[in-house]
């Protein structure tokens, strides 16, 4: 079996994180480990306190895993600092295996988790990324990235990293899309699902991003890897268990089973 390795913070609610990584793994068949950098006290209508975890003891996590098992990749999420983003960085640079890099700093809404001077030490962590998996807020503020505007989406071409721009909207034919969009120098692919009109999309970003690491682990292409974490988190929401009273978690194992036609399509009522 398959070991992936999370590196990211715990979402009490179980939707989002460290979490919703670890039904993302298992969901693929794989085997999730851990490394938790903070602890949050959260539910579904939002967080109400975090706790940083040292970072001298967000190492010992990980060299724990890297020493007993051979991890198949990596997912680094929430970092929330720049000692704990100087600790991942020190270890993953000197990996050579998929490392997808999920840089937690922006919510869907816009709102800022981190510092800006840990924002300029994030993108120290890029050179040693297979894949960097920013929402379209997270984009800007690191690559100045804008919809539709051709100088900002030439800045992307220019960067020596692949990203893959997050969760935007488009409409076409009459029908809305939800389209991610993966940069790789001069080349652009666009991943499409049709949108859904759901409220439960807790932890879709950290599922995405952890369904692509699981699927580089088990040898897919990156392009493969991304198509397959795209059917996964529509599929997800489309089929989400509608619990909490916010934003719901979505179905993480079930979007499996019936990517692969293992069960009937079924709606949770």
Same mark, same amino acid.
């Not at 009490?12 to 490394?35: C, R, V, W, Y």
């Not at 890297?66 to 929330?80: C, Q, R, S, T, W």
């Not at 690191?142 to 992307?156: A, C, N, P, R, V």
């Given at each position: 079996?398959?070991?992936?390795?999370?590196?990211?913070?715990?979402?009490?609610?179980?939707?989002?994180?460290?979490?919703?990584?670890?039904?993302?793994?298992?969901?693929?068949?794989?085997?999730?480990?851990?490394? =938790? @950098?903070?602890? @949050?006290?959260?539910? @579904?209508?939002?967080?109400?306190?975090?706790?940083?975890?040292?970072? %001298?003891?967000?190492?010992?996590?990980?060299?724990?895993?890297?020493? !007993?098992? !051979?991890?198949?990749? /990596?997912?680094?999420?929430?970092?929330?600092?720049?000692? =704990? /983003?100087?600790?991942?960085? &020190?270890?993953?640079?000197?990996?050579?295996? *998929?490392?997808?890099?999920?840089?937690?700093?922006?919510?869907?809404?816009?709102?800022?988790?981190?510092?800006?001077?840990? =924002?300029?030490?994030? +993108?120290? %962590?890029? *050179?040693?990324?297979?894949? =960097?998996?920013?929402?379209?807020?997270?984009?800007?503020?690191?690559?100045?990235?804008?919809? !539709? !505007?051709?100088?900002?989406?030439?800045?992307?071409?220019?960067? *020596?990293?692949?990203?893959?721009? +997050?969760?935007?909207?488009? &409409?076409?034919?009459?029908?809305?899309?939800?389209?991610?969009?993966?940069?790789?120098?001069?080349?652009?692919?666009?991943?499409?699902?049709?949108?859904?009109?759901?409220?439960? @999309?807790?932890?879709?970003?950290?599922?995405?991003?952890?369904?692509?690491?699981?699927?580089?682990?088990?040898?897919?292409?990156?392009?493969?890897?991304?198509? /397959?974490?795209?059917?996964?988190?529509?599929?997800?929401? +489309?089929?989400?268990?509608?619990?909490?009273?916010?934003?719901?978690?979505?179905?993480?194992?079930?979007?499996? &089973?019936?990517?692969?036609?293992?069960?009937?399509e079924h709606v949770y009522s």
């Amino acid at each position: 079996m398959k070991v992936v390795l999370s590196i990211a913070g715990s979402d009490s609610s179980g939707g989002a994180g460290i979490q919703a990584d670890l039904k993302s793994f298992e969901a693929f068949g794989l085997f999730g480990t851990t490394a =938790i @950098t903070v602890l @949050t006290a959260q539910n @579904t209508k939002g967080v109400t306190d975090i706790h940083e975890v040292s970072p %001298l003891f967000v190492k010992e996590q990980i060299n724990a895993v890297l020493e !007993d098992f !051979d991890v198949a990749a /990596i997912k680094v999420g929430m970092l929330f600092s720049n000692e =704990i /983003i100087d600790v991942v960085r &020190e270890i993953i640079k000197n990996l050579d295996i *998929p490392i997808v890099v999920d840089p937690v700093f922006i919510s869907k809404a816009g709102s800022k988790l981190l510092n800006d001077d840990a =924002i300029e030490n994030l +993108k120290t %962590l890029f *050179p040693y990324a297979t894949l =960097i998996t920013p929402n379209r807020f997270e984009a800007e503020a690191l690559f100045g990235y804008k919809k !539709d !505007d051709e100088s900002s989406i030439k800045s992307l071409f220019n960067q *020596p990293y692949k990203i893959l721009v +997050k969760h935007e909207s488009t &409409e076409e034919h009459q029908v809305f899309h939800s389209v991610d969009t993966l940069y790789n120098k001069n080349q652009m692919y666009h991943f499409r699902t049709p949108s859904l009109q759901s409220k439960n @999309t807790h932890g879709t970003g950290c599922s995405f991003s952890s369904a692509i690491a699981a699927n580089l682990a088990l040898g897919k292409s990156l392009k493969e890897s991304i198509e /397959i974490s795209k059917n996964f988190i529509y599929l997800g929401i +489309k089929n989400a268990p509608n619990i909490g009273h916010g934003k719901g978690p979505i179905a993480h194992k079930l979007a499996v &089973e019936l990517s692969k036609g293992a069960v009937n399509e079924h709606v949770y009522s």
